[in-house]
């Protein structure tokens, strides 16, 4: 899975890690931390697709670290929970450090839906509670980072009833 992927990367020394995904679909358990210089690079961005498993489909999808790249793959079927302000496709890891580069988000593709569907409204959008885009806070980086933001690179964001990205 990603996850283990992600895992046994976070404990390199040895410098740089890419993860490469061949075309699929993932189900994976959110959230997915990316480590500091892990780049993770999907075969393309319409046929590998990442979602969340049941039991995490209101977790933020992933977590990004200074120096991470997500790179051409789809980001689906998450909601937001508004209690715990989670349901993100990206934000930044808890205290993150900023080195010499932003986070890098290229040929993304990212389709929510709302948790109630129906043939009127196939999106969900009137439930108001689908996954959200990205969340580009500051406050979350730790103050010795070089700089608090994200760099997007085509990004179509399709998050029906709520925000896509939110700074």
């Avoid at 989670?86 to 040929?107: C, D, E, L, M, W």
């Avoid at 990004?155 to 700074?167: E, R």
């Amino acid at each position: 899975t990603l996850s283990h992927a992600l895992s046994a990367a976070d404990s390199s020394v040895g410098g740089p890690v890419a993860i490469h995904l061949e075309s699929g679909e993932y189900e994976e358990t959110l959230p997915l931390n990316v480590p500091a210089n892990v780049s993770i690079y999907g075969e393309d961005m319409r046929n590998t697709i990442v979602r969340p498993d049941t039991a995490s489909q209101s977790e933020d999808v992933f977590l990004l670290n200074g120096e991470a790249t997500v790179s051409d793959l789809t980001i689906k079927d998450f909601y937001y929970d508004s209690i715990n302000d989670k349901g993100y496709a990206f934000r930044f890891a808890p205290n993150t450090v900023v080195s010499t580069r932003s986070p890098y988000i290229q040929n993304i593709t990212v389709i929510t839906k709302g948790s109630v569907t129906s043939a009127s409204d196939p999106r969900g959008f009137d439930e108001g509670d689908a996954g959200k885009g990205a969340l580009i806070d500051g406050q979350s980086v730790n103050a010795s980072s070089k700089e608090a933001s994200m760099l997007f690179h085509s990004c179509t964001f399709i998050t029906p009833g709520v925000d896509a990205i939110t700074m």
